[in-house]
């Protein structure tokens, strides 16, 4: 077994293809599945079911795809370790960030990035929970995870709590910036699709005080939730940084729930076996230090620092 095998092995299982695995490494397709051939019978066992929609891992295949990645990593990190300064990091660096929060972080991170020109950085939107899965599959670097679950495969720290607030029509700010929980019930509602925390919290609020409540839409996208309430068709509850661009356009605005502190938990979350290349240890060096002064100046409204031990 060397390391062109095991780059060759990923490859397939990535793409699930043959076909495809050999025209992305430039390699004929009978070269490659000899190779695989050979891999197979080194281990002694077989690494791929076969069918006419393409290959997938058996699971002895999913235990190699673990093991080769987390080998490829390394070896990669030292080829870029001595052929380079550790003061010029390079490479490809991919981040998870959800949309709320890349409002606030993106624009300074890259900022931050630019006098790293051999940093080439990847912004992934996508729900929490999808984040921190591509974490643990290897596929990103680092993740912003929003209440996020333990997860074999990933080390999650604890950076900040994040209040959610009601979000309602700019005409409908009531006079003391708070909205009973009873009121907020009363009044139609659109929330997250589920699966959500913030929808699990605020349905968990409206159990607690045996409240019924209507709920007229649940919209996954969060521009086209904030958009319905804009339009007066009903209210929601999401954080700060959802909807400060369109608090400060005066199309929404926000208001506290009186005797009920709702939050949500954003974490840094890391590979457990994959170790940070240079240049992914930059850049969430860079983030934790956006998240501090973002923090330190009050510029994030509703959001307060967890005191916790920093690797």
Known sequence: MDFKQLKYFARIAELGNMTRASEALCI???????????????????????????VKPTPA????????????????????????????????????????????????????LASFEGILLEIVERPSAELVDLVAAGKLDIAIAVDAQPRRGTTITP?????????????????KNSIRLKDLAAHPLILPSAPSTIRQRIEAALLDEHLKYRLVSEV?????????VAAGIGWTVLPWTAVADDIARGVVCIASITSRSL??????CVSDSLP????AEVVRERVLAILDNLLASKLWTGAGAIETQRA
Do not use: C, W
């Open 28 to 54: 004929a397709q009978p070269a490659l599945s000899q190779q695989m051939a050979n891999l197979e019978s080194e281990l002694q066992t077989r690494l791929f079911d076969r069918s006419v929609q393409g």
């Open 61 to 112: 295949g999913d235990v190699l795809y673990r093991h080769a990645k987390s080998l490829l990593k390394q070896f990669e990190d030292v080829r870029l370790a001595v052929s380079q300064e550790t003061e010029r990091p390079s490479g490809r660096v991919a981040i998870g960030i959800p949309g709320s929060t890349g409002k606030l972080l993106a624009v300074p991170l890259l900022k931050e």
């Open 159 to 175: 950076i900040l709590l994040e209040k959610l607030y009601v979000i309602l029509p700019a005409q409908d700010r009531p006079k």
């Open 220 to 228: 996954s996208a969060t521009d086209m939730l904030v958009r319905l």
């Open 263 to 268: 939050q949500r938990e954003l974490s840094l």
């Open 276 to 279: 940070l290349g240079r240049a």
